[in-house]
């Protein structure tokens, strides 16, 4: 298995020496004035790089921490209410919720829904959607069709959501309620609008600014704070991807 040594060098090395003081481990309840750190890695799917992910999600193990993993369920796949030729090849595969089902049971991985198949389906200002400008009815569809797969396959209860390319519209929040998600982690830019029972955790930071932001933290006592990196395959080196621009500097 390859080692990801610019995982420990760029993300978890981070943590290891400026978090072992500052976080519980594993806890999603640390006290006020303690700097909270959620990881969150998308694009989770039948097609990622499972070497890569099995050295993540062990070394996230490794560290006694835990990961946010949002899973696409249908990479590919045609949308329900289209003429679909290929229905064989969807799901995650046993090889791929195998790995899951190891690290949830270890604690070191929780799950969120990524879509249905992470398609553009509006390609302009302000960006990709796969959800937003669809009507609430087919939002609503693709949500129930990819939260039931992805349960099924894991055999758990799944309730958080993360848009594809961090976007939705007020339709998504109202039927991502419809169909049960009580939490929604998108980016920091954008406003969710207030729902009963959805709650937000946006997105705040790319792993390559995360040294420089608890540094700043400490070096101005601002520990009360909750940060969430969000992370894709192409931020390891060893994906063999290159860096997309927006994420440098
Ligand atoms: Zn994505």
């Known amino acids: 298995m390859r080692k990801s040594g610019a995982i420990l060098a760029a ?15 594993r806890t999603a309840t640390a006290a006020a004035s303690r700097l909270r750190v959620v990881f969150r890695y998308d694009d989770y799917s039948r ?5 890569l992910e099995k050295d993540i999600f062990g070394t996230v193990d490794d560290a006694g921490m835990s990961l946010v993993v949002a899973v696409i369920p249908f990479p590919g796949r045609p949308y329900p209410w289209e003429k679909d030729s290929n229905r064989e090849e969807i799901g995650l595969g046993e090889t791929k919720a195998g790995l899951l089902r190891t690290y949830v049971g270890r604690g070191a991985v929780d799950l969120a829904v990524h879509g249905y198949s992470h ?23 693709l949500l129930v069709s990819a939260k039931e797969e ?14 594809p390319f961090n976007s939705f519209d007020d339709n998504t929040v109202i039927a991502l309620g ?3 998600f ?18 937000s955790l ?3 930071l790319r792993p390559q600014r995360l040294r420089k932001t608890i540094e700043g933290a400490q070096s101005e006592g601002l520990m009360d704070a909750l940060v969430v990196v969000t992370m894709h395959s192409f931020d390891f080196a060893e994906s063999g991807e290159p860096l997309p621009a927006c994420r440098m500097g």
């Open 47 to 51: 097609l990622s790089d499972t070497d």
């Open 202 to 204: 946006p997105g705040t």
């Open 119 to 141: 398609r553009a389906n509006f390609d302009g200002p302000p960006g990709k959607s796969e959800f937003a400008t669809l009507p609430l009815v087919r939002q609503r569809q």
């Open 150 to 163: 992805l349960e099924r396959t894991m055999g758990l209860r799944i309730d958080s959501f993360v848009p």
């Open 178 to 180: 419809h169909v049960g």
């Open 11 to 25: 993300v978890l090395g981070v943590l290891a020496v400026l978090l072992s003081q500052l976080l519980p481990l």
């Open 182 to 199: 009580k939490l929604s982690s998108a980016g920091i830019t954008s406003i969710q609008r207030d729902h009963e029972s959805l709650r």
